[in-house]
């Protein structure tokens, strides 16, 4: 018994550290790449399709588009999908997700970026931070896990607000009433299936 109770003790020393270093990582990732959109943003000689192209180019690395699909629908959905509509809405959802964060972006007007600390979760971590403006503060929160290729974004909470939890709520009430088909085919409207700052949810995201 005192030789189990030890290799566990030594195995829980060995692994604190590596959850600190991976905390600070997905940290240090975040700002990073926050940081490099915000400079983009700064720059008015930039044209809309110029700065877009860059700051996909930025962020696409860190964001796990494909997991966010799949946990835009739950558990509930997703399985129930053949393997060609999972591909056809994870296309359409993708598209989706990228055009709403660059219109988001759109607002922007110097805004100061405050970063908190990263908060261990697990296996996960999420990286809280503040947009500050003149007039208002908007809490983020982004959550990320470990890939072998590097540490992924798979949900960002906006003032508290999940992005994936808000998609998943209005796709279960489509996929209630309707089909996938007809799913597929609000996706592809520019007025449908918006994700706002005043929308309250209280769930959380199965990644959470």
Do not use: C
């Amino acid at each position: 018994m005192r030789n189990i109770l030890f290799l566990v003790l030594f195995v829980l020393l060995l692994s604190a550290p590596a959850l600190a270093d991976g905390s600070a990582e997905a940290g240090k990732l975040v700002k990073t790449k926050v940081n490099s959109v915000m400079e983009i943003l700064k720059d008015k000689t930039l044209d809309k399709a110029g700065r877009d192209e860059q700051i996909l180019q930025i962020v696409t690395p860190i964001f796990d588009y494909r997991a966010m699909a799949k946990l835009s629908l739950g558990k509930k959905h997703w399985p129930q999908l053949s393997k060609e509509n999972q591909s056809a809405f994870s296309e359409l959802f993708i598209a989706r997700l990228k055009k709403s964060f660059l219109e988001k972006l759109n607002i922007y007007s110097d805004e100061q970026i405050v970063y908190g600390e990263p908060q261990q979760k697990g296996k996960k971590v999420h990286v809280p931070t503040t947009l500050i403006s003149k007039d208002s503060r908007i809490e983020m929160l982004y959550k990320l896990y470990r890939k072998p290729e590097g540490w992924k974004v798979y949900d960002v909470e906006v003032g508290g607000v999940s992005v994936i939890q808000t998609y998943r709520s209005q796709f279960d009430d489509a996929l209630n009433e309707g089909t996938i088909e007809s799913l597929l085919e609000k996706l592809k409207e520019d007025d449908s299936f918006a994700v706002s700052e005043s929308e309250k949810s209280g769930a959380r995201s199965e990644q959470n």
